[in-house]
């Protein structure tokens, strides 16, 4: 058995037991969702897009000492180029599409155990790209000695290494509280999507997507946060990884 007590407005009416104990009213869920929907970040996200441009470095490699000598030394750009290239230019990676370092190995050294290794790397695994591309020099360098520095591709089919060169700029958005966010991300294209959510982590070497950081450090929402850090976004389109963001976000809120 329970009784109402009644208070100044809606949102105050409280359900008691006879002991004195309150029961959750059915109006404290909507009033809560109001509370996170509009609290205030500590500073506000703002939103960033980027253009994509590539360009040539004049290096190629005929086989593998070649290719993993030049990869050695080449900057994170390039590795950055030859394991992000499809989402870069095609917006999509289902289904997921090896690195160039796999598709070359299997297509011009007609590798196909090679090439598998290096396609089968997580790329979400790898805090750093330099962590990236030793665990890529590492699968090549396990190959024989004999095979890397003898077997040679036809020319024309040589690896040329290519860097990813990213133009930053600032979009007229931001947002101070998660139904602010959720709104603008609905607006925003994939490049802002791309910007945020991949270079800031790898590129950027901040090792997590931006929109978390903000979450967790500006806005106090740590299990939001983490919830969307440990999202694989290698396993989504950019549009599909919007909506699942969305989804996230408003079941937070509602």
């Known amino acids: 058995m329970s009784l109402w007590k009644a208070g100044t407005n809606l949102w105050d009416i409280q359900m008691k037991n006879l002991d004195g ?3 959750p009213s059915p109006n404290e869920r909507p009033v809560q ?3 996170i929907a509009l609290k205030k970040a500590k ?3 703002c939103f960033f897009t980027r253009l994509h441009l590539k360009e040539l470095t004049g290096l190629k490699a005929r086989n593998l000492r070649q290719l993993s000598d030049i990869l050695r030394e080449a900057p994170d750009s390039v590795i950055y180029y030859h394991t992000h290239r499809f989402i870069e230019e095609h917006h999509y990676l289902i289904p997921e599409p090896p690195n160039d370092f796999a598709i070359w190995a299997r297509d011009a050294l007609v590798d196909e155990v090679l090439g598998e290794r290096l396609a089968s790397i997580d790329t979400f695994e790898f805090p750093t790209l330099e962590s990236l591309k030793e665990k890529i020099l590492g699968v090549i360098e396990e190959c024989p000695a ?3 520095d003898q ?3 036809p020319e024309g089919r040589e690896f040329h290494f290519t860097k990813s ?3 930053i700029l600032p979009l007229p958005y931001a947002a101070r509280d998660l139904k602010g966010f959720v709104e603008v991300l609905r607006e925003v294209s994939t490049g802002c999507l791309y910007f945020h959510i991949f270079e800031s982590r790898l590129r950027l070497g901040k090792g997590e997507n931006d929109f978390s950081i903000w979450m967790r450090d500006k806005l106090g929402e740590a299990e939001l946060a983490e919830k969307i850090s440990h999202l694989d976004p290698y396993n989504y389109t950019l549009e599909g990884l919007r909506s699942l963001l969305i989804q996230l976000i408003e079941k937070r809120i509602k």
């Open 151 to 153: 077997q040679d591709v």
């Open 146 to 148: 004999s095979k890397r």
């Open 33 to 35: 969702a109001m509370v």
């Open 43 to 45: 500073e506000p996200f």
């Open 165 to 167: 060169v990213s133009i």
């Open 21 to 23: 104990s309150t029961i």
